[in-house]
């Protein structure tokens, strides 16, 4: 299969061409596509004309988000409106990634792919945006909702930890609680779902669902590391406002789970030991 990957510099993007690459695959990161230009859009169908497009791009600095609304939206709704548009003229299907931030967090049990959504966030509200215009504009898509996405090789929450914990004893939120997800996993997940051809939307994130404080803990445990200590989330002063509770679980057929995510915490410190 040609799979042309849109945002293929980010570290989904990065895991997507290693889990890929039995495929022939088109890795475009955004000096190569702005996917919030439609004629850029255009010209990459056309010129590498695949048989699928997935759509790694994302605006996700949560709080920034906040103060950066038109650029959020135009990444995380424009953009895949485009890729919708550009994708459904060609005939080509169209997988996109979203995030469990399109919740509220009060629902009080994981959020299965047919429960209703309700964004507390800028980001929230723009993932949600582009989710919505992909469901309308394309007919055959796949919408892959992940959580908390971390990687060793990657910018994101635990890496931070990572390096802050070689030097200062942390204090981690233990009353938001999500689905850690190791995005070499989610890739792998991916990689199954694009030969089903079963469209619609799906929750791929790490099995089980944990705290902040907990995900770190496990982190540390692994690594050899003190121990956080636990903290209210309301001791951080935060822009955007983030769900309580936003674990994930999947009900949809096909049935594709991901490990449980201390499994992705013991890779993650493996692959962390070996930079």
């Given at each position: 299969m040609k799979i042309l990957i849109a945002g293929a510099g980010g570290q989904l993007g990065r895991c997507l061409m290693r889990s890929l690459a039995s495929h022939d695959l088109i890795g475009l990161e955004h000096a190569a596509l702005d996917i919030t230009r439609l004629e850029q859009v255009r010209q990459a169908v056309s010129q590498h004309q695949p048989d699928?497009?997935?759509?790694?791009?994302?605006?996700?600095?949560?709080?920034?988000?906040?103060?950066r609304v038109h650029e959020a939206y135009a990444i995380n709704a424009l953009g895949p409106r485009n890729l919708a548009i550009v994708t459904a003229a060609a005939k080509i299907p169209l997988l996109h990634v979203s995030t469990d931030y399109v919740f509220d967090g009060t629902l009080g049990r994981p959020y299965h792919e047919f429960d209703l959504t309700r964004p507390l966030s800028v980001y929230g509200a723009s993932k949600?945006?582009?989710?919505?215009?992909?469901?309308?504009?394309?007919?055959?898509?796949?919408?892959?909702?992940?959580?908390?996405?971390?990687?060793?090789?990657?910018?994101n929450f635990l890496n931070t930890m990572r390096v802050?914990?070689?030097?200062?004893?942390?204090?981690?939120?233990?009353?938001?609680?999500?689905?850690?997800?190791?995005?070499?996993?989610?890739?792998?997940?991916?990689?199954?779902?694009?030969?089903?051809?079963?469209?619609?939307?799906?929750?791929?994130?790490?099995?089980g669902g944990a705290s902040r404080?907990?995900?770190?803990?496990?982190?540390?445990?692994?690594?050899?590391?003190?121990?956080?200590?636990?903290?209210?989330?309301?001791?951080?002063?935060?822009?955007?406002?983030?769900?309580?509770?936003?674990?994930?679980?999947?009900?949809?057929?096909?049935?594709?789970?991901l490990p449980r995510w201390q499994e992705g915490v013991a890779e993650f410190a493996r692959g962390s030991l070996e930079l």
């Open positions: 699928l497009v997935i759509n790694a791009a994302a605006f996700n600095l949560v709080d920034d988000a906040e103060r949600l945006a582009g989710e919505e215009a992909v469901r309308v504009l394309s007919r055959r898509h796949y919408v892959v909702r992940t959580a908390w996405l971390y990687w060793e090789g990657g910018r802050r914990a070689a030097n200062e004893r942390l204090r981690v939120a233990d009353d938001q609680f999500g689905s850690p997800t190791y995005a070499p996993h989610l890739a792998e997940a991916i990689t199954r779902l694009i030969v089903t051809e079963a469209w619609g939307t799906y929750h791929f994130a790490g099995a404080w907990e995900l770190v803990r496990e982190m540390c445990r692994n690594l050899g590391l003190d121990e956080p200590l636990p903290v209210a989330a309301s001791t951080f002063a935060t822009l955007a406002a983030r769900p309580r509770y936003s674990v994930l679980t999947t009900i949809q057929d096909p049935r594709i789970e």
